[in-house]
C-alpha cells in the first residue's frame, strides 16, 4: 500500500465534515493527549449519568486520521457506556496492531481507518481520542 492511498476519500470527508464539539463546563472527566511522534493533540470532556456518557465535549488538534477517529468518536459517543468505549478502544489497538477486525455496529465508519495498519507511525495520532477518552473515564472513576 502506497502512503497516499492512505488518506481515502472517506477519511477526508469525514474528517472534513467533523462538527465542532465544545468543550464542557464541569465535566466529570477530562483527559489530554498528544502524539510525540506527530504532534497532534485530543482533548476531551466527559459528563456521565445512569452509567453512560450523556455530553462530550473536544479540542482536536490532529493530522486527518485523528481528526476522523475523533469525528467518528463525536457522533457516536453520547449514549455510549464505559464498557463499550473501552471495547471499541481495544478493537481498534487489535485492529492496527494485530490485524483484529474494526468495531462494528454503530461504530461501523471506523473501518475506514483499517488502511493505517500498514503505517505503525500513524497509529497513535488514529488512536489518540480513544487514549483521551480512556483516561477521562478513569479521572470520572468510571
Same mark, same amino acid.
Given at each position: 500500500?502506497?502512503?497516499?492511498?492512505? %488518506? *481515502?476519500?472517506?477519511?477526508?470527508?469525514i474528517?472534513?465534515?467533523?462538527?465542532?464539539?465544545?468543550?464542557?463546563?464541569?465535566?466529570?472527566?477530562?483527559?489530554?493527549?498528544?502524539?510525540?511522534?506527530?504532534?497532534?493533540?485530543?482533548?476531551?470532556?466527559?459528563?456521565?449519568?445512569?452509567?453512560?456518557?450523556?455530553? %462530550?465535549?473536544?479540542?482536536?488538534?490532529?493530522?486527518?486520521?485523528?481528526?476522523?477517529?475523533?469525528?467518528?468518536?463525536?457522533?457516536?459517543?453520547?449514549?455510549?457506556?464505559p464498557?463499550?468505549?473501552?471495547?471499541?478502544?481495544?478493537?481498534?489497538?487489535?485492529?492496527?496492531? *494485530?490485524?483484529?477486525?474494526?468495531?462494528?455496529?454503530?461504530?461501523?465508519d471506523l473501518?475506514y481507518?483499517?488502511?493505517?495498519?500498514?503505517?505503525?507511525?500513524?497509529?497513535? *495520532?488514529?488512536?489518540l481520542?480513544?487514549?483521551?477518552?480512556?483516561?477521562?473515564?478513569?479521572?470520572?472513576?468510571?
Amino acid at each position: 500500500m502506497e502512503f497516499s492511498d492512505l %488518506y *481515502s476519500s472517506r477519511i477526508l470527508e469525514i474528517a472534513g465534515a467533523a462538527r465542532q464539539m465544545p468543550r464542557l463546563e464541569a465535566p466529570h472527566g477530562t483527559a489530554r493527549k498528544v502524539s510525540r511522534v506527530c504532534g497532534s493533540a485530543v482533548e476531551v470532556d466527559l459528563k456521565l449519568e445512569g452509567g453512560k456518557v450523556v455530553a %462530550y465535549g473536544a479540542d482536536v488538534n490532529a493530522c486527518a486520521l485523528g481528526q476522523t477517529s475523533a469525528a467518528i468518536v463525536a457522533e457516536q459517543i453520547v449514549g455510549s457506556t464505559p464498557v463499550e468505549l473501552r471495547r471499541v478502544r481495544e478493537a481498534m489497538v487489535a485492529m492496527l496492531k *494485530s490485524d483484529g477486525k474494526p468495531p462494528d455496529g454503530r461504530w461501523d465508519d471506523l473501518k475506514y481507518l483499517e488502511p493505517v495498519r500498514a503505517f505503525p507511525a500513524r497509529h497513535a *495520532s488514529t488512536l489518540l481520542v480513544f487514549e483521551a477518552i480512556n483516561e477521562a473515564l478513569e479521572r470520572a472513576g468510571v
